[in-house]
């Protein structure tokens, strides 16, 4: 059964509605796990080290817990492997996460959806795009379910017209907004082998400045 839905929901990305002035377009893939093709998992939250802001502890702002199911969260079905640590944001929580640096795309392990699950995208310039759970086609009735694959999923965020994404802030209604195996994109090999000859090409002209200032 799980096998059938999930093929049928892996056929193609869904694609969320966003404001018309949104800089990110945004996908949520039924079943699948983090890390997709072109992807790598910077945070798989076996701690809050990369959480920037928002208090932790039971009754506080979130919690980092392998708990499978209960009132405080719920391990995302689809994340792999199940039953490890992972981010569960409480009701009337918020937190904030940070990247390093700006980044192209990211996308991490949902874990039953609500409609009560908030989130904001911040991007270079103090570009913000904000949405709820209810922004994924799924069935009303399956709001919450711990288990369906369509509510446990692969979400993806990708900048659009080059706005970086510096980071992303997490808030829910009531208990819980749970996600797992945070990832980033990375390069492509093309892309890479693009900056290793621009990085060479740098560093020969480097040389040749030098050699000349060195007969000079």
């Not at 509605?17 to 072109?38: H, N």
């Not at 195996?181 to 740098?202: D, K, Q, R, S, Y």
Request: proline content about 5%; glycine content about 14%.
């Amino acid at each position: 059964m799980r096998t059938a839905l999930l093929s049928t929901l892996a056929a193609g990305a869904l694609a969320l509605a966003a404001p018309a002035s949104a800089a990110v377009s945004l996908a949520f893939d039924g079943g699948l796990a983090s890390p997709g093709a072109g992807f790598m998992v910077i945070d798989n939250f076996d701690d809050d080290s990369g959480i920037s802001s928002g208090t932790p502890g039971l009754g506080n702002d979130y919690i980092i817990t392998t708990q499978c199911c209960g009132p405080d969260g719920a391990a995302p079905a689809n994340s792999v492997p199940f039953g490890t640590k992972y981010l569960s944001v409480l009701g009337g929580g918020a937190i904030t996460y940070n990247f390093v640096g700006p980044v192209a795309a990211f996308q991490f392990d949902w874990g039953s959806v609500d409609t009560y699950n908030h989130l904001t995208i911040h991007q270079v310039g103090g570009v913000d795009t904000t949405f709820d759970g209810s922004g994924i086609p799924v069935l009303p009735a399956n709001y919450g379910d711990q288990s369906s694959d369509f509510t446990n999923g692969l979400f993806t965020v990708k900048a659009l017209g080059g706005l970086g994404i510096t980071g992303f802030s997490m808030s829910s209604g009531t208990n819980s907004f749970e996600i797992d195996n945070l990832a980033v994109g990375v390069p492509e090999p093309a892309t890479w082998a693009m900056m290793i000859l621009g990085f060479g090409a740098a560093g020969s002209l480097l040389r040749r400045r030098r050699a000349m200032a060195l007969t000079a």
